[in-house]
């Protein structure tokens, strides 16, 4: 009973270098959705996705891309980190749009 | 343009004593309101949420929340705290899609034995 994984955990980048985070659901979710959270505020929403194939931009895109190229899976790339993207990312999902959010435990980026 | 404020940054509570989590928003028609619980660790959890009808809503883990229009409130209460409630808990309001949620900056919530 996975749920949403997110993969890696922790990881500490230097200011250029590039990664990727997975999210992975096995719920069979159309919907979903990449945050960033800092300290002091809430969640903000970075890309979203309506279905394989598909993904759109949210709050924060800047510095970002993403792609689900299966149903299951969303990632987020950062071509080019900067310390302005330290922050805990979380991946989300849902089966329709309007129905509850099923968050990942999220990844700790700090970038150098 | 939506909002939500959450006054309170830190609560400290005793186990056993009852609690409130204050939650204000701004939004132009009637909201959907949510609450999400953080435990250490972990992503969010769905306490409860708010569409319409009855404005006092219950949620998992013995939690409720009452939805006040004329005070533009969604404030989370609990009889009795657990130690296991300890944890960072957020409010959430928007139309219905999840892509125009917007989260208040959380509350944190220690509870003393």
């Known amino acids: 009973n996975a749920g949403v994984t997110q993969t890696p955990k922790f990881r500490v980048l230097k200011t250029g270098q590039s990664m990727t985070l997975l999210c992975a659901q096995d719920m069979n979710h159309e919907y979903m959705y990449w945050y960033r959270q800092d300290p002091g505020m809430g969640l903000r929403l970075i890309h979203y996705?309506?279905?394989?194939?598909?993904?759109a931009k949210g709050e924060v895109p800047d510095g970002y891309n993403v792609s689900r190229l299966k149903k299951q899976n969303f990632l987020l790339g950062l071509e080019s980190a900067a310390p302005s993207q330290t922050s805990v990312y979380f991946c989300a999902s849902s089966y329709l749009e309007r129905e509850k959010l099923f968050f990942g435990s999220g990844t700790q980026l700090s970038v150098l | 343009a939506q909002s939500v404020t959450q006054p309170d940054i830190h609560i400290t509570v005793s186990e056993g004593a009852s609690l409130e989590l204050r939650c204000n928003y701004s939004y132009g028609a009637t909201p959907y309101l949510f609450w999400y619980v953080q435990s250490p660790g972990q992503g969010l959890q769905l306490l409860l949420k708010?569409?319409?009808?009855?404005?006092l809503v219950q949620g998992i883990k013995g939690f409720e929340a009452e939805f006040k229009r004329s005070q533009s409130s969604f404030n989370l209460r609990k009889p009795s705290v657990h130690w296991s409630d300890a944890a960072e808990y957020f409010c959430?309001?928007?139309?219905?899609?999840?892509?125009?949620?917007?989260f208040g900056s959380g509350t944190q919530l220690t509870v003393l034995p």
């Open positions: 959430a309001v928007g139309p219905g899609s999840a892509r125009q949620l917007t």
């Open positions: 996705s309506v279905g394989e194939g598909t993904t």
């Open positions: 708010y569409f319409s009808g009855d404005t």
